[in-house]
């Protein structure tokens, strides 16, 4: 299937899925810590690939905000409280792919930025 805005769009994660367990056999699911954001903000269309860390007692979510012309990058929520999903408070983009040999026209053409993985977590 090609990589088409079309088809970015028709499978788009707009939320994060959130819950917790103390057996990994029985789940509840918890209200949802973080949607896509509104129109015109760099998560606008979707969010996705979280990866969460704990530096001092606060919760760092990295995750892959997707704007309409499916333009990524990377994005941060903190919580001083992961438990309570409303804890969680958008802190906006902390990465563009605008580096030296990157490809990155702006955030009105497609790139790629995902999936954060922090050395040490």
């Known amino acids: 299937m090609p990589h088409t ?3 970015c769009r028709s499978t788009a994660q707009r939320r994060v899925a959130y819950a917790r367990t103390r057996d990994f056999c029985t789940w509840e699911e918890l ?23 704990e530096r001092d007692g606060i919760f760092y ?3 892959t ?11 941060l ?4 409280n992961p438990a309570e999903p409303a804890n969680w408070q958008k802190e906006g983009v902390i990465f563009t792919p605008d580096h030296p040999d990157a490809f990155y026209p702006g955030p009105d053409y497609w790139s790629d930025c995902r999936d954060i993985e922090l050395p040490g977590s």
């Open 31 to 53: 209200a949802t810590p973080l949607e896509h954001g509104k129109p015109g903000e760099p998560d606008e269309w979707e969010i996705w690939a979280p990866h969460v860390i």
């Open 65 to 75: 905000g997707v704007n309409n012309q499916i333009a990524q990058t990377i994005m």
């Open 5 to 7: 805005p079309e088809h």
């Open 61 to 63: 979510m990295y995750y």
């Open 77 to 80: 929520a903190t919580s001083t």
